[in-house]
């Protein structure tokens, strides 16, 4: 294995197997299929690149025209009829005209701000070694103001605006810090700024030698996590719709091939869970009727209880079977439900008894009530939480013949 890079670490969290397609089985998705918002993305950073090469070299900004040039240019090279639409009503010409909209707003607020950072990379690659592992970082632009400081920037066109927690929890810009740190070693600041530009809004913060190491551990420690992987399993989520993958995927192969046959029911997969499927509709079935039965049984054995009792009786008599009835009364503790139950359980733990009795069965509070550790006073005291009640239960057996 060569080198690591954020994105190829993200792509072994959100999908094992995608990362497995990608970097270890090396299959190249079909050429050009990428997704509209994706080709946005990618013309937008491509022409910032170029345009900010142009002003390192001239120091002249650019106009709104020169832009549009350059992303038009761009756009028509890297469209291709291979791009994913994932809604049929997805119109490239208005995934085109936004991405120009949103280098002319940048372009525009980059020219009202005086601009007093001198760029002095765009697109710059870095290695970063960390505990034996080699990292990749391609940092989108960097720029140098007074004082020692770079300011390393980063371009979004995501649609949607991050929540901060999620940018505390960065990795990727943090990483670029470690890389121009290496790299320039007597700068004093990093400041580190993500461009959301479809909200025209930026986010800048720093990081700290304490919380770089905090990341750096956490990056090696994904990287075992990644090396020791021998299963890499598909992670099905609703981002599958824009995975190059999907029809050679575990997860999705056998309904591309359940859609090419003429009949299904040939197919012993298909078979194999329509059948799984019924049996589980059965048990589910049997599971209500048994729940059903259970509570007839309890209201016959009420039923049959409430008899003996009346006719006192201990037993009674079927045609083939007979019914043990017994009728017992036992000392009981307030339950959950008893508003009683607080009063109790500030007595336990009052008088040190909460442990012994934590459980809070009453065959465990009994147990205090007979532990020679305890006083006689405290158990007398308990026993005044206590009620009698009835304790019935049925036995159903075959009579003897
Ligand atoms: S289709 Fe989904 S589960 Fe399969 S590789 Fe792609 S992201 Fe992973």
Redesign the pocket.
């Known amino acids: 294995m060569s080198y690591y890079s954020i994105s190829r670490i993200n792509t072994y969290n959100s999908?094992p197997?995608?990362y497995k397609?990608h970097y270890i089985d090396r299959i190249k998705p079909p050429a050009g299929e990428v997704s509209l918002n994706s080709l946005v993305g990618i013309c937008v950073h491509q022409t910032l690149e170029t345009m900010y090469r142009k002003y390192m070299s001239t120091k002249i900004w650019p106009s709104l025209e020169e832009i549009k040039e350059e992303y038009e240019t761009i756009w028509d090279q890297e469209y291709s009829q291979n791009i994913i639409t994932i809604h049929l009503s997805d119109n490239p010409e208005k995934f085109k005209s936004d991405g120009l909209k949103i280098l002319n707003t940048y372009f525009l607020q980059q020219k009202e701000k005086e601009v007093i950072a001198q760029t002095i990379a765009v697109e710059r690659s870095f290695f970063v070694t960390i505990d034996g592992y080699k990292i990749k970082a391609i940092v989108d632009r960097i720029d140098y103001e007074e004082k020692d400081t770079f300011l390393i920037h980063d371009y979004k066109t995501t649609s949607r605006f991050p929540e901060v927690k999620n940018l505390e929890t960065d990795r990727q810009l943090p990483l670029y810090q470690m890389a121009v740190k290496e790299t320039y070693p007597d700068v004093k600041n990093i400041s580190l700024t993500w461009h959301f530009l479809r909200f025209n809004k930026s986010v800048t913060i720093t990081k700290n030698d304490r919380e770089l190491n905090e990341i750096k551990e956490d990056i090696v420690e994904n990287i075992k996590t990644i090396e020791l992987d021998r299963n890499y399993q598909?992670?099905?989520?609703p981002?599958?719709d824009w995975?190059s993958?999907?029809d050679i995927?575990p997860?999705?192969k056998h309904s591309f091939t359940l859609k090419s046959l003429e009949n299904n029911i040939l197919d012993e997969g298909y078979q194999a869970v329509n059948e799984l499927a019924a049996i589980q509709f059965k048990m589910k079935e049997h599971k209500f009727a048994i729940k059903k039965l259970e509570e007839e049984k309890k209201q016959w054995e009420i039923r049959a209880t409430d008899y003996a009792v009346l006719k006192n009786l201990t037993s009674l008599e079927g045609e083939d079977h007979e019914l043990t009835v017994d009728v017992k009364k036992e000392i009981a503790f307030p339950d959950s439900k008893d508003p009683a139950r607080v009063y109790l359980e500030n007595f336990l733990k009052e008088n040190d008894l909460w442990e012994k009795a934590s459980i809070m069965y009453s065959s465990k509070i009994k147990k205090v009530l007979i532990d020679p550790t305890v006083s006689k006073e405290i158990q007398k005291e308990l026993m005044s939480f206590s009620y009698v009640k009835d304790s019935t239960s049925c036995r159903l057996k075959r009579k003897k013949e």
Not at 234 to 237: A, G, V
């Open positions: 999908c197997q995608k397609f598909p992670n099905k989520t981002l599958c995975c993958y999907k995927c997860a999705f």
